[in-house]
């Protein structure tokens, strides 16, 4: 079935017969493809007042386990974003009453972001239809090709991490 890449790709083979854009087909295919999830999980985010990045960081702190509190650098790393990007983010998240900021006992210098109880009430609400919508973006594979598709998402992901 051809698509909007191939098409493309046929483009370049026209004007360019003699350079090789094989590689277009996988990272075209890839960055189209997170541009649909991104757009389809936005529409369940939306459904409970949030976005990616909002869930991101309240998952993140629901997923550390009780009592759901972890200072902004382990935030920032677990949750995969800048520090600058964290510290808006908590502003944010703060002014809706979704975390709360305190100061680390163990780090007089130090803070703590933790989870409110309404923070937990909007993500846990919002958990289960988030997983829901990416099992039906991925019901047309095998578990298989899932595995499959996993090992080579992440050989990408190493390949573009790595400096060169």
Not at 6 to 15: H, N, P, S, T
């Amino acid at each position: 079935m051809a698509d909007q890449v191939d098409r493309i790709l046929e483009q370049w083979q026209a004007e360019k017969p003699e350079l090789d854009v094989s590689p277009m087909a996988v990272i075209g295919r890839l960055s189209r493809t997170a541009l649909a999830v991104d757009s389809r999980l936005a529409v369940t985010f939306a459904r409970y007042g949030l976005d990616a990045s909002v869930f991101d960081v309240l998952a993140t702190l629901l997923r550390s386990g009780a009592p759901y509190r972890v200072s902004p650098a382990a935030l920032a790393r677990d949750a995969m974003i800048s520090s600058s990007a964290v510290a808006q983010r908590l502003n944010k998240l703060q002014s809706r009453g979704l975390v709360s900021r305190a100061a680390n006992p163990d780090d007089g210098r130090g803070t703590l972001v933790a989870l409110t109880e309404a923070g937990r009430r909007l993500i846990d609400a919002a958990l289960a239809p988030h997983v829901e919508t990416e099992r039906t973006l991925i019901a047309g594979l095998s578990r298989e090709e899932q595995a499959t598709l996993v090992g080579l998402l992440q050989r990408i992901s190493a390949a573009a991490a790595h400096d060169t």
